[in-house]
């Protein structure tokens, strides 16, 4: 990491369910236990600024809601290993549904209902972890898609939401563009913990693929 000149290495939830793999809760925290320690090793060795891990549980991991990060972050209990947060992720897993014409609803059927238990979800991440355990946080959105025309992956082996994912996310409050998640209620609830850090735009696009010098500009305005 020092060639890249940063301290913070990103370790994602696994998403492998195949046997050997498991999300169990004191094997996951004892790894990432062990990879704080390595990490802590290192830059004590080396002399140069402290090396943190970030876990993050994507929304078609084992491990994919916020809480479920947080736990393993907190059972790790090493300073220097702390959250990685992704908006699209935590919207994917307990707001949206791209497979659903209205774009929500994978567990409540009402835009209303669906709203409120988000909005409840939120309000514990702004009262349980501390802003400074978060040590990343990346901002963005997705396209309201057409079922009739986007289409489960057929493969077993690949992830409903990873299509989604990998094809449609857009930048906050891309309105225009077919976005439509509350992207901007993930974002207070992460500065109501009293986050100071990075924001990242994290953005997978079909559209960042086409020719042309215009597709630079044209996602920046």
């Known amino acids: ?22 999300s169990d809760l ?13 990490a802590t090793a290192y830059a004590r060795k080396d002399g140069g600024r402290m090396l943190t891990i970030g876990y993050e549980g994507l929304s078609w991991a084992t491990r994919n809601t916020w809480s479920a990060s947080w736990e393993v972050v907190r059972f790790a209990n090493r300073p220097n ?21 209205a774009g929500h609803g994978r567990i409540y059927p009402t835009l209303e209902e669906s709203l409120d238990i988000l909005t409840g979800s939120l309000i514990s991440l702004a009262l349980t972890v501390p ?16 079922p009739a025309t986007f289409i489960p992956p057929s493969d077993p082996m690949t992830p409903a939401l ?22 901007e209620l993930v974002a207070a609830a992460v500065l109501a913990t009293g986050y100071k850090g990075l924001i990242s735009l994290e953005v997978f696009n079909l559209s960042l693929n086409q ?4 597709v630079p500009s044209s996602h920046a305005t």
């Not at 020719?211 to 215009?214: A, C, H």
């Open 1 to 22: 990491m020092r060639a890249f000149d940063t301290d913070l290495v990103f370790m994602y939830a696994n998403i492998r369910t195949d046997a050997g793999v498991t």
């Open 26 to 38: 004191k094997t996951v925290a004892r790894d990432l236990a062990e990879l704080g320690d390595m």
């Open 81 to 101: 290993v702390g959250l990685i947060i992704d908006a699209f992720n935590i919207l994917a897993v307990e707001f949206a549904d791209p497979y659903n014409p």
């Open 131 to 146: 802003g400074d355990r978060i040590y990343f946080f990346q901002c963005g959105d997705a396209k309201l898609v057409d």
């Open 162 to 183: 990873l299509p989604w994912s990998r094809s449609h996310r857009l930048y906050p409050l891309e309105q225009s563009r077919g976005g439509y998640m509350p992207v």
């Open 211 to 214: 020719t042309g010098s215009s």
